[in-house]
Structures are given as C-alpha cells and as structure tokens.
C-alpha cells in the first residue's frame, strides 16, 4: 500500500483477513485500501462486517474507527472508539481517540470525561490536557492553570509533553484576559515545536511560486469538458484558522448539503493520476508541479468523483480543507463547475490565529514569526494570481464581514453555490451535523465575533510579526 500498489495490496490484505473471526487492525487496513482506490462500498461492507465479530483487539476497534471517519460513517465510528476503550481501558489513547469523536458531536461534556479518563490512566496523556483545555471557555472560577502549570515546569519534562501543555496554558491564560502570560507560553510551545521540524520556508515560497507560473490566466480560460457533474461540489479554502468551518456549518446547515470535511480526496485524485514526465537529465529531480499540471483532467474528476462519494439529485458536496487553496487552478481544471470559497481575514488576527494553534502535522510555517509572514506573503500573491484567473468560480468572504452581519453575506454564499437560502443555516450552534476540525468546540456555539482583533491584546509581542508583513507589502490596521 506504502509503495502505491493499490491493487497488489488489496489481494495481500484480501487473504489476510479469510477466515478470521475477530476484528483485528488487518481488517481496516483493507477497508483503507479500498478506499484508496475509490471503492468506497467495499470499504463499508469490510467495515461492517468487521464490527459485527463477536470480538476484536482494541487496536482494530481503532483502526476501523478511523477508515468509517474517511467514510462518513461518525455514528459508526464513535461506537468503535468506544468499543476500543472498552477492550483497553488502561490505554490512554483510545480514551483520548473517543474524547475526539464526542467532540465532534457536540458532546462536549462526555469529550471532557473522556479526556479525564485518559488524564487519570496515565498522567502522560499531554495530548488530552490540551484538548481538555479547548473544549470550553475558560472562567476564573473554573479552569486548570495551576495543574497545566505544575506538570510544565517539571524539570523531568521532555519536549512533547512541553509543547502540549504550552499550547494549553496559553489557550486558558487567554481565556482569563493573562495575555502576557498567555504569550510566554504560546512562544513556548512554538519554539519547541519549530525545535523539532525540518522545514525550509524557502522551499514553501518557491512552490506557491512556481503553482502561480504555472496555472497560467490563458491556461485557467480554456474550460474543458466536465467529465462529471462538477456543479455539485463546493471547495471551502484559505488559511487555517480563517473561518472555513464556520462556512461549512452554514452551508450544511441546508436540505441536500453534506461535507466531506477535510478530506485530501482532491490531491489524492490529482497526484494519484499524473502523468510521468521525462526527467531532463540525469541526477535531476522531476517537477511534481509540472507532473501535475500534465494530468488528465477527466481522469482526475473522475477519480475526485468516485472519491468524494454521492448526493441526491441536486444536493452539494462541500470539501472543507483550507490548503486546497494550493490546487484551485487544478481543481478549476478538472471540475470546472465547482464553486471556490475563500476565507479572508485580518493579516494579524490570521496569523497571530495559527501561531497560537498546534498543528497535527500540516502548516510548519506557523511556529515563528518571521516564517509566518514570509509564508503569509507567498499565500497572498498566490490568491492574487487565482483572483486573475478563476473568475465567478471564486466567491471571497471576509471573517470579519461575516461574523458581524451573516444576514447579509450567508444569503450571497448559498447564492453563490447554488444553494436555496434558509435563514435558519445562521443558527450553526443547533446544527447537530458532526464537525471534525480545531473549531469544532467553537461552532457549538452562536456565530460570535470576539476573535476579531484579537491581536491587539498581544501588539507589543507581535512587534517582529507586524514589522515583517510591513517590510512584504501586507495592509494592515491602522494601528498596527
């Protein structure tokens, strides 16, 4: 499966799993595998099949977990995150994979219990007090600042377990208005995080660069044929952090919308089915951008289609992952009918947004200010370039317009996907569909525009960021 041969695996995973009687990893790992290659009723069938054996070890109950999310199948997956708990409930991390999916439905008090679970099995459990930590606005007379900050200053502490108990101090500390505080340990945990990372933010400006040389306006205007009714699918994009969820609730808040979530079903479409160009000369590497672009756009439709899954007639299918922003001339190509929706927001409220946020694995410009505004600055003229090419296809939403007067941009938005507005989509904090991101706890509750501006609780901090997206050409406040 690592090595891409989808099929080769499929038979290899198809043998392993004849004649068991127990739900073991093997069997999700060939649900992946069909999913991989755009089967997903196969993928569901194993799935069910799996989780109808009479026993299992918890490392399958999780794995069958996370293949039914990719799938959509939340009910089904919670069920097996709580089975996995129940096979091992010594083992921290499937209380916290549980925690997670409670989270995810709005059960913001069993996410608690869950982390809590995991918090008391073993006191090692760094990623839990985080997400325990985001879970709800912290009050004076309630939160765990003093715990968070006992275990962080253990000098035995190694830098994992650092990082996440920093990211969680600087989010309560916020919280109660302690923003110089709450920044010391924001650096804290970027700094140590950024320690870990081999990252050049050369390299990431040099490829938004070469995607903006690349999808050419010429090239952008010859529509070609839509090999599969494109129309159906909306791409929510920008910067993490910028509002896409909130968009994604709206959206979904409506008859015959569903999202996918953040899915990398479009790149996997894409890179999956490029066309190998030669190299040039020996020892030089070959151009994954160039690779890409040669790709046939009705194969990766396709492709995009059979992953992506169905919806009845006339329904939408939103695709909610903001670095898509890098494929939207590819995505133009391919599903020329498809609408893209672009967050905008405050260049110091977005960024200051990601530097106080721990990343899974994505975004590595984000834990130092001087990379933040580099990558800030090679985002922007990469928008500005699909601004020139895409056209009505792009829809561009500001946050701030957004959350102050969503009367008004919510009506434009579903006008502009083809969707038939239901003022009732506004009230995202009764909408019970699941949502899987960073903001998930957040748009559980009404839409609210306290995060905007945020930044000026921490101008003097931000000192190094302001001066460099200044030194870029990047607009800002007045008072910055």
């Not at 409670?102 to 809590?116: D, K």
């Not at 920093?166 to 945990?189: M, P, S, T, V």
């Not at 590497?285 to 790709?295: G, V, Y």
Request: charged share 20%; with cysteine; proline share 4%.
């Amino acid at each position: 499966m690592h090595a891409g041969r989808l099929e080769e695996a499929r038979r290899a995973a198809i043998q392993a799993v004849d004649g068991l009687q127990s739900c073991t990893p093997i069997m999700g790992l060939l649900a992946m595998i069909h999913f991989q290659l755009g089967d997903r009723q196969a993928a569901h069938d194993v799935v069910e099949r799996a989780a109808s054996q009479p026993s299992g070890t918890a490392d399958g109950y999780d794995a069958l977990a996370n293949i039914s999310l990719q799938l959509g199948l939340h009910e089904r997956s919670n069920a097996l995150y709580r089975r996995a708990t129940e096979a091992a409930p010594r083992e921290a991390r499937f209380w916290y994979n549980l925690a997670t999916s409670e989270r995810g439905f709005g059960r913001l008090a069993a996410a608690e219990a869950a982390c809590q679970q995991a918090i008391d099995v073993n006191v090692q459990s760094f990623p839990s007090y985080l997400l325990r930590s985001e879970l709800c606005v912290q009050s004076a007379a309630s939160n765990h600042v003093e715990e968070l900050r006992r275990l962080a200053n253990d000098s035995a502490l190694d830098d994992r377990g650092r990082m996440f108990l920093a990211y969680a101090l600087g989010k309560e500390l916020d919280e109660l208005g302690r923003y110089d505080e709450a920044f010391h340990w924001f650096q804290l945990g970027a700094t140590t995080r950024r320690r870990h990372l081999a990252y050049d933010i050369a390299a990431d400006e040099a490829k938004l660069a070469r995607i903006a040389a690349l999808y050419t306006p010429a090239l952008m205007r010859e529509r070609g044929t839509d090999a599969v009714d494109s129309g159906r699918y909306v791409f929510v994009v920008g910067l993490p952090r910028s509002g896409t969820t909130l968009v994604e609730r709206i959206l979904t808040g409506h008859a015959g919308v569903r999202s996918n979530g953040e899915t990398d079903n479009f790149a996997t479409a894409l890179l999956g089915r490029v066309v190998p160009t030669p190299v040039a000369a020996a020892g030089e590497r070959e151009d994954p951008f160039a690779r890409a672009l040669a790709a046939d756009p009705a194969v990766v439709a396709k492709r995009y289609a059979a992953l992506a899954g169905n919806v009845a007639d006339g329904g939408k299918i939103v695709e909610k992952l903001p670095m898509n922003y890098l494929y939207s001339g590819a995505i133009h190509r391919a599903l020329p009918g498809a609408r893209i929706v672009l967050l905008g927001r405050d260049p110091l409220d977005s960024c200051f947004a990601m530097y106080r946020t721990l990343f899974a694995a994505a975004y590595p410009f984000s834990y130092e200010l001087n990379e933040l505004a580099r990558y800030y600055a090679a985002y922007w003229r990469l928008i500005a370039h699909w601004r020139q090419c895409l056209g009505e296809s792009l829809f561009e939403v500001s946050y701030e317009q957004l959350v102050a007067e969503p009367q008004l941009v919510g009506p434009r938005l579903a006008e502009h996907c083809g969707i038939a507005w239901n003022v009732d989509a506004l009230a995202v904090e009764r909408h019970t569909g699941v949502s899987l991101t960073a903001s998930a706890a957040q748009v559980r509750r009404p839409i609210y525009g306290t995060s905007s501006g945020r930044w000026r609780h921490y101008h003097t901090h931000l000192a190094p960021l302001i001066q460099a997206l200044h030194e870029r050409g990047i607009e800002l406040p007045e008072d910055a």
